[in-house]
C-alpha cells in the first residue's frame, strides 16, 4: 500500500490559483498512475487529472487549460496548479495512486471557490 498525503487546499476566490501537493510514501517511479479526483457534495467523486509513470497526462474537459498536473521525483510529489479557478471547482480533492494491481487513496484537501 502507498501512503498518500495531500495538503494545498483552501479557500480562494474566483480566478484565483491553488497548488495541491500529494506526497508519496513510495518511489514516483514505482506507481503505474497517480491521479487527481473530486467529489463536490451530493455528486460522485469524479476524475480531474492523471499522470501515468512514462510521464503521459490526460484531464478532465472541465479543466483543460486551467489545471497542469506535474511531479517530483526528488522529494515523491505529484502537484495539482489550479488557474483561473471557478465556483463549480468546489470540492474535496483526493490524491490516487495505482501501483501493482492496488489502489490508494489520500484523505482528501477541501478546495472552496467563492463567486
Known amino acids: 500500500q502507498v501512503q498518500l498525503v495531500e495538503s494545498g487546499g483552501g479557500l480562494v476566490q474566483a480566478g484565483g490559483s491553488l497548488r495541491l501537493s500529494c506526497a508519496t510514501s513510495?518511489?514516483?517511479?514505482?506507481?503505474?498512475?497517480m491521479g487527481w479526483y473530486r467529489q463536490a457534495p451530493g455528486k460522485q467523486r469524479e476524475l480531474v487529472a492523471r499522470?501515468?509513470?512514462?510521464?503521459?497526462?490526460n484531464y478532465a474537459d472541465s479543466v483543460k487549460g486551467r489545471f497542469t498536473i506535474s511531479r517530483d521525483a526528488a522529494t515523491n510529489t505529484v502537484y495539482l496548479q489550479m488557474n483561473s479557478l471557478k465556483p463549480e471547482d468546489t470540492a474535496a480533492y483526493y490524491c490516487?495512486?495505482?501501483?501493482?494491481?492496488?489502489?490508494?487513496w489520500g484523505q482528501g484537501t477541501q478546495v472552496t471557490v467563492s463567486s
Open positions: 490516487k495512486a495505482e501501483r501493482y494491481g492496488y489502489t490508494s
Open positions: 499522470i501515468r509513470s512514462g510521464g503521459s497526462t
Open positions: 513510495v518511489s514516483i517511479f514505482s506507481i503505474n498512475a
